[in-house]
Each structure stands twice: as C-alpha cells, then as structure tokens.
C-alpha cells in the first residue's frame, strides 16, 4: 500500500511539472501583452460598446464629445475619454452593476475611429501638415499617401520620430521595400503624437568632361558608371582614366580618392573627370 501511494505521489508530481511547463510560455505571452501600452481614448474618437447577452444595450458608432463623454443606456453620460479602452470597459461595467441594470456585466469596447489622435507629415511631400489618425492601426505608407505621397525630389526612405512605452525613438522606413518588395513587417502603426519627415532625395554633383555637368539625383546603389550615364557620357575630350571623387569622411572632412567605375557613387560626392593628354 506505501508503495502504492509514493507511486501517486510521483505521478502527480510529474503531471504537475508538465503542466507547468505547458503553460509557462503562454504565461509569458500574457505578461508581454499587457505590457504593451494601450492608446487613450479621446474626443472625436469613435466606437463600438456591447455589453455580453444584452444586445439592448450595444452603441453602435458612439462619438466621445468634446467633454470626453458618451451617452450610454440606461446610465446616461459617461466620461470615457482619457482612459483607455480596458479602464474604459470596466468603468461602465461598474455603473451597469452598480446599479442594479445588470448582474455581471461584461463590457467590450472596439474603436473604430481615432480622430483624438494627430501625427505631422512634414517636407517632400504633396501636402504636408498634421492629420488625424482616422482607422485603427494606420500604417506609416498609408500616411504618407494620405498626405499627397513623396513628391518627385523626395527621398524614397522616411523618417519616423515619436515615443513607444515611454521612450523616444527615430527609425528610418524604407517604402520601396514595403511597396514593392512586400516587406509590410517595416511598415510601422502610426501613433498619436509621430511626426513623419521625407528629406530631399540624395544628390551628387559631377564636373569637368561630361556632357551634363552639375547636380543629379542617387539613384539606390548607383555606380561611378551609370552617373557617367546620367550626365550624358564623356565629352571628346574626356577620360575614364585617373577619375576622381571628392568624398566626405564620418568627420566631415573631405578627401579626394580614386574609383573604379563599378564603385557605388555616396551621397554629396563630387566626381571629376578629367581630361584625356592624348
């Protein structure tokens, strides 16, 4: 009989360290979720209030008023705005049961429109200024297409500025790499507060024996020869020998080296052709 009893003893054991190892990693899943910081509700907003087994009392399209408040039934104003949605739920669940209306309410909220919030698109683009955030979960790419999209002269790569879970952060977003490559991983949710910066494209300048001297556009991952291209070739006099490009280092100081035509061209180079002794 004792041996009986430490085999269940053991068995249970066992049993109880494979369940806590199942359930340890959805745990930690947990714990990461509510980690993430969730948007504040404000003016303008839009959403959705359904109230579980009651179906009287879903909202459907409620706005949050400038006073931060919305008009539900049977409990009349509620100032929601300024809290977020889950603060939310449970501040109307209290009124619902506090009251008597409902027993054990579950309150869900879904937003449908975020009008509180307002990011800045500012430079290359069609028509720069600051716009709302009107769906939840607007991308970075659909911003900027709200905004005009980059003009021609602007750089293909933009430059996202704003706070995550409390902290300042600067990220460059690559839209041909969203766009064309399909990478919509690198296409970032926009957040109220983001100001969104499309520089001017990179240029370089290019003198001496080509048809077109002056400045042009870099092109991504262009070489010295397709800028030779670019300006319209070498004049009759010009050589590819002995070319020369006026580079600046990560100091700012600027050097003068020699390049293969199969060089990629940096952003401000100065590229001179000589020309030819013979």
Not at 70 to 79: E, K, R, S, Y
Request: aromatic content about 4%; hydrophobic content about 45%.
């Amino acid at each position: 009989m004792r041996n009986f009893l430490r085999y269940v003893l053991l068995a249970l054991t066992l049993c109880s360290s494979v369940a806590f190892a199942q359930t340890s990693p959805s745990a930690t899943a947990a714990a990461a979720t509510a980690a993430k910081t969730e948007a504040l509700l404000g003016a303008g907003d839009v959403v959705k209030i359904t109230v579980y087994q009651n179906p009287d009392l879903t909202v459907d399209g409620a706005r949050i008023s400038e006073t931060n408040q919305i008009n539900f039934p049977l409990v009349g104003n509620v100032a929601i705005g300024g809290l977020t949605a889950t603060a939310a739920e449970q501040k109307i669940a209290k009124l619902l049961r506090d009251g008597g209306f409902v027993l054990r309410p579950q309150v869900t909220i879904q937003v449908g429109q975020i009008r509180s919030a307002v990011i800045s698109i500012l430079g290359q683009v069609g028509k720069p200024g600051r716009y709302p955030i009107e769906t939840v979960g607007a991308k970075v790419s659909e911003m900027i297409a709200a905004a005009g999209g980059v003009v021609p002269g602007g750089a293909d790569v933009v430059t996202l500025v704003g706070t995550r879970n409390g902290r300042p952060i600067k990220l460059d977003i690559d839209l041909p790499a969203i766009l064309q490559s399909g990478k919509a991983e690198l296409d970032l949710e926009v957040q109220n507060g983001d100001v969104i910066y499309a520089d001017r494209a990179p240029t370089a300048y290019i003198y001496g024996e080509v048809q077109r001297p002056g400045q042009f556009k870099l092109e991504r991952g262009m070489t010295l020869m397709q800028a030779l291209a670019q300006s319209g070739g070498l004049t009759a006099r010009g050589t590819q020998r002995g070319i020369k490009v006026h580079r600046r280092d990560a100091n700012g100081a600027v050097e003068i080296i020699s390049v293969d035509l199969n060089d990629p061209v940096a952003r401000d180079d100065v590229i001179y052709v000589k020309e030819s002794l013979f």
